[in-house]
């Protein structure tokens, strides 16, 4: 499985970017898919995540309602819709995907097998 991550970039505080990921190996359903951050000096983080089979979303409390998680099993791509931008929000961004991960560990890195290279973002305030 490979994960590719696109659409980083360097926007002012209040605006918008799409990341996407795009996912190649097997079924592109098979897979619960999330994305992950790192802010300079900080730990990885969960942002947003799909579960598999269900659709069911789940996010970051710092990013409900401003952040959209979406997928499109025809392109094989999970997307990152990011909304009214933050500097706070300036991060390295993951894409990560898993087959067998249980609920319970949707917002834990530890439980992503695969991994995207990541995508800078970059918010100036």
């Known amino acids: 499985v490979q994960l590719q991550a696109s659409g980083g970039g360097s926007v002012q505080a209040g605006g918008s970017l799409r990341l996407s990921c795009a996912v190649s190996?097997?079924?592109?359903?098979?897979?619960?898919k999330a994305w992950f951050r790192r802010a300079p000096g900080k730990e990885r983080e969960f942002v947003a995540a799909?579960?598999?089979?269900?659709?069911?979303?789940y996010y970051a409390d710092s990013v409900k309602g401003r952040f959209t998680i979406s997928g499109d099993s025809g392109k094989n791509t999970v997307y990152l819709q990011m909304h009214s931008l933050k500097a706070e929000d300036t991060a390295v961004y993951y894409c990560?995907?898993?087959?067998?991960?249980?609920?319970?560990?949707?917002?834990?890195?530890?439980?992503?097998?695969?991994w995207g290279q990541g995508t800078q973002v970059t918010v100036s305030s």
């Open positions: 990560a995907a898993d087959e067998t991960l249980i609920t319970s560990s949707i917002r834990f890195d530890s439980a992503y097998d695969y």
């Open positions: 190996g097997r079924a592109f359903s098979i897979y619960n």
């Open positions: 799909i579960r598999r089979g269900s659709g069911h979303l």
